[in-house]
């Protein structure tokens, strides 16, 4: 990992660890000495409560205190606050602003519609990018459905500003206020108004309007930062982690999490497999824990098959789960123990690190 990738992503389903593996690869990078910013856009916010660190985290990086070498920094996406200040930095003036961030449906719906943390997880990763004042950023991914819509939200950003709901926003049929203009229909504008009213909502319709008419000359940039996003993403200075669970049950959830990765062009560093039950010898053990253990054992090797040269991991389960720096420092020393020694069969590896 000294030598590791600018951007490290760790992707995965939910429920199998995956933040707390993300603030763990966070910590072993900025041990070896490399200035690491952690960042997740996980809604639940696990990370700050693994870290240690505030709510202040939302809007700045924060430093985590007792992270010695090059220091660790953590930052969570809050939706609509990176869509503020979004619009801070690149209104092309004050009126502008103001005009969008006054917006009823900008108020209401901004932070909240299906798709804007995805989108707002791409401009706030360029910025950190942009901001070079790290030597590497993990990112921890929402699970598994969400994170492949941040994978491809560079693509639907381009593909929604060249939407016909865009186009028609710009037609003349409305005011730059979103008001629709059909006075001059007569009756026939009166019965597309109504129907209008119906369907939508005048209301909320001119709403919509004023917003993207008033977030046009935001257009070109959006347009812009999601293609620089987007190439790197499938850079060669990024490398995506695949966090699963044990268990065959998981190896198809897996499988198809990697083939996807594949089909988005990015490149698939390795998977881990988190929270393997130990390895039993002799007798004697309970009969559900020693159930467990083959279990995971026999979907380990299975999964090391299928996936044929991809390098794969095990970290082991925990007593409890870790909920502070010095239960995320222990599975840093796993993980250290494992991406150093990528030779050693992958049922034993991280076996009594913790």
Not at 88 to 97: G, S, T
Not at 184 to 202: K, N
Not at 325 to 346: N, T, Y
Request: charge should be neutral.
């Amino acid at each position: 990992m000294k030598r590791g990738p600018e951007l490290l992503v760790l992707v995965g389903a939910g429920g199998v660890g995956k933040t707390t593996v993300a603030a763990a690869a966070a910590v072993l990078s900025a041990r070896e000495g490399a200035r690491t910013l952690v960042m997740t856009f996980d809604p639940s916010h696990r990370l700050r409560q693994a870290l240690g660190v505030g709510a202040e985290a939302t809007w700045a990086e924060v430093e985590v205190p007792g992270v010695a070498g090059g220091g660790l920094w953590a930052s969570l996406l809050d939706a609509r606050r990176t869509f503020d200040r979004l619009i801070e930095r690149h209104a092309p003036d004050p009126a502008a602003r103001d005009r969008i961030l006054a917006n009823r449906f900008y108020r209401t719906f901004a932070g909240s519609l299906a798709g804007v943390l995805e989108y707002m997880a791409v401009e706030r990763l360029f910025e950190a990018h942009e901001a070079g004042a790290f030597d590497r950023i993990v990112l921890d991914t929402p699970p598994t459905r969400e994170a492949l819509d941040f994978l491809g939200a560079p693509r639907r950003i381009v593909e929604f500003l060249d939407s016909g709901l865009v186009r028609l926003a710009f037609r003349s049929w409305f005011d730059d206020l979103g008001r629709a203009r059909t006075g001059a229909l007569g009756a026939v504008g009166r019965r597309l108004e109504a129907g209008l009213d119906e369907i939508v909502g005048l209301d909320l319709l001119g709403d919509m309007v004023e917003f993207i008419r008033a977030f046009g000359p935001l257009y070109e940039g959006f347009r812009r930062r999601a293609a620089e996003v987007e190439r790197r993403l499938r850079g060669e200075a990024t490398s995506f982690v695949l966090v699963a669970g044990p268990g065959e049950e998981r190896i198809p959830e897996t499988l198809y999490f990697a083939r996807q990765l594949g089909a988005h062009g990015c490149r698939l560093a390795g998977v881990v497999v988190n929270r393997m039950h130990p390895p039993l010898a002799g007798n004697g053990w309970p009969p559900l824990l020693a159930f467990l253990s083959r279990r995971d054992s026999v979907g380990l090797r299975e999964l090391a098959g299928r996936l044929g040269e991809v390098p794969l991991w095990s970290l082991p389960l925990l007593g409890e789960e870790p909920s502070g720096l010095a239960g995320i420092e222990r599975i840093a020393a796993c993980l250290e123990r494992a991406w150093s020694d990528p030779d050693r069969p992958v049922d034993t590896l991280c076996r009594g690190a913790v």
